[in-house]
C-alpha cells in the first residue's frame, strides 16, 4: 500500500493539549505541518494536496498503552510475527498508535524469546501500531497478590537479568513491573531509574513506608492502580494510599467498570496531578474476540460477557480497547475531552520520554492520529507516523 506523503484534514474538533479547536491538521512527511484554526488559511496549502473531510468527528493524539498483553487472539507472550500483527491491527483499529508489548511471569527463557520476537518486529517496519518496546510485567512479584500471573515462575528480583536484556537489547525494556518489598526490589528500583527504565509496582503488598522508599529510590510508576495491591487503610495507607497521595508516581488505570469502580475512579482522577494518571487497557487475546476460553501466561481464562476470569474467580486481564476506555471516562467522570485525552497519549508519552515527538497534537510531532466519531463509540481512521494504518469500512 501507498501512502500520499502530504495530507490536509479539514472539518475536525482537533484536542489539543490544552483545548479543542475547530479547523485541519497539514501532515508532511509523517509530521504534523500546521494547525489550521481559520478557514481563509487553508488556501496556504497547495492544491494539489490530499484533503480529507473529517465530517464534523474529532481528531485526537493516537492512544498509547503501556500496559497490553495482546488482542485479535494474539499474546504478545507467543513471540511470533503473526501474532504481534494481529494485535498491532486490531489495537490500531481502535485508536492505538504507540504500545509496549507486556509480558507475563513466566521463565526467563521464554521472556528472552519475546524480547527477541519485538525487536525482530521492529526492525521488520511495525505496519500497524507502533512497538516502542517492551514492559516485563513480571516475574518479580509478590504471590500474596499473584492475581492471573503464574506462581511457577515468581522471583527475587534479579539485576544480572535485568542487566543481561539491557546488554543484548538496549533500550528495549522500557518498564518493569515488581513488588517492592522483596529482598532485593530497592536496589532493583535504583537500577532501573539509572539506566532510565520505569520502575513499577504492581502485584505488591507493599505498605505505605515501603512505597515511599521506593519512590525515594527512584520508582515512578503504579501498574493497575487498586487491583492487585495493598488496598488503602486509614492506619496504614498501604501501596494504594501511596499511589494515591504521592505525585512522584503515575497511576495506570483500567477503566472498564470491572477493575474499578467508578466512584473509585473519580477519586483516583481527583487525587493525581493532571499529567499523573495513565489510562491503560491491560488487554489480553481475548480482546475483538468472542467470549470463550483463552489462555494468559499459561493458565486458562474463561471471558463471558466480555469479562475475563481464572477458574478460582480472579479478574485475568481484560477485553477492553483504549476507545472504549477513553469514552467510559467521559461518561463516568467529570473530566473534559483534553483532560481524558492526556490520561490516553500524553502522561504515557511523557512517562516513556516520548512526548517530544508523539502523544498531542502539535507542530513538529509525528502525526500519530485518530479520528473518532462524536460519541466516542468507535474509531473511524487511525494514522502511525502520517501513514493510514486503519480506515472503518
Known amino acids: 500500500m501507498t501512502f500520499p506523503s502530504e495530507w490536509l484534514i479539514y472539518n475536525v474538533s482537533i484536542v489539543l493539549e490544552d483545548r479543542v479547536a475547530h479547523g485541519a491538521v497539514h501532515v508532511k512527511d509523517g509530521t504534523i505541518a500546521a494547525i489550521i484554526e481559520e478557514t481563509s488559511d487553508y488556501e496556504e496549502v497547495p492544491q494539489a494536496v490530499q484533503r480529507i473531510d473529517g465530517g464534523g468527528q ?3 493524539p493516537g492512544f498509547i498503552d503501556v500496559h497490553i498483553h495482546g488482542g485479535a487472539g494474539g499474546d504478545f507472550m507467543d513471540a511470533s510475527q503473526e501474532s504481534y500483527e494481529a494485535i498491532t491491527r486490531f489495537h490500531a483499529s481502535q485508536g492505538t498508535t504507540g504500545m509496549l508489548a507486556t509480558t507475563m511471569t513466566a521463565s526467563k527463557e521464554a521472556i528472552d524469546s519475546v524480547l527477541q520476537a519485538v525487536s525482530r518486529f521492529q526492525a521488520e517496519g511495525m505496519p500497524y501500531t507502533a512497538l516502542y518496546g517492551v514492559h516485563l510485567e513480571g516475574p518479580f512479584l509478590c504471590l500474596k497478590w499473584i492475581g492471573a500471573q503464574n506462581p511457577a515462575f515468581l522471583s527475587l528480583p534479579r539485576i544480572d537479568w535485568l542487566e543481561d536484556w539491557e546488554l543484548r537489547f538496549p533500550g528495549l525494556v522500557k518498564l518493569v513491573t515488581l ?3 522483596n529482598e532485593g526490589a530497592m536496589e532493583a528500583i535504583r537500577w532501573l531509574s ?3 527504565i520505569v ?4 502485584h505488591t503488598d507493599a505498605t505505605y513506608e515501603v512505597m515511599q522508599n521506593a519512590a525515594d529510590h527512584g520508582l515512578t510508576h503504579a501498574v493497575h492502580t487498586y ?3 495493598r488496598p488503602l487503610h486509614h492506619r496504614e495507607p498501604g501501596t494504594v494510599g501511596a499511589v494515591l497521595s504521592d505525585d512522584r508516581i503515575c497511576a495506570e488505570l483500567i477503566a472498564d467498570g470491572f477493575h474499578v469502580h467508578p466512584g473509585a475512579i473519580r477519586l483516583l482522577a481527583a487525587a493525581k496531578p493532571a499529567d499523573k494518571l495513565i489510562l491503560v487497557s491491560d488487554a489480553m487475546s481475548a480482546a475483538g474476540m468472542p467470549d470463550g476460553l483463552y489462555d494468559l501466561g499459561g493458565l486458562p481464562v474463561f471471558v463471558k460477557d466480555g469479562v475475563a476470569r481464572l477458574k478460582e474467580g480472579n479478574l485475568a486481564g481484560s477485553s477492553l480497547t483504549m476507545i472504549n476506555a477513553f469514552r467510559f471516562m467521559l461518561e463516568n467522570t ?6 481524558v485525552s492526556r490520561t490516553a497519549s500524553g502522561n504515557a508519552a511523557r512517562q516513556l520520554g516520548l512526548y517530544e515527538t ?3 497534537i502539535a507542530v ?3 502525526a500519530d492520529l485518530v479520528l473518532a466519531e462524536q460519541a466516542f463509540h468507535h474509531v473511524s481512521k487511525t494514522w502511525v507516523n502520517g501513514k493510514l494504518v486503519f480506515q472503518q469500512n
Not at 199 to 202: I, L, M, V, W
Not at 334 to 339: F, I, M, R, W
Open 58 to 60: 474529532w481528531l485526537l
Open 179 to 181: 513488588a517492592p518489598e
Open 194 to 196: 539509572e539506566h532510565g
Open 199 to 202: 520502575a513499577a509496582c504492581g
Open 227 to 229: 487491583n492487585a495491591m
Open 334 to 339: 467529570s473530566l473534559s475531552v483534553t483532560e
Open 358 to 360: 508523539t502523544g498531542s
Open 364 to 366: 513538529g510531532k509525528r
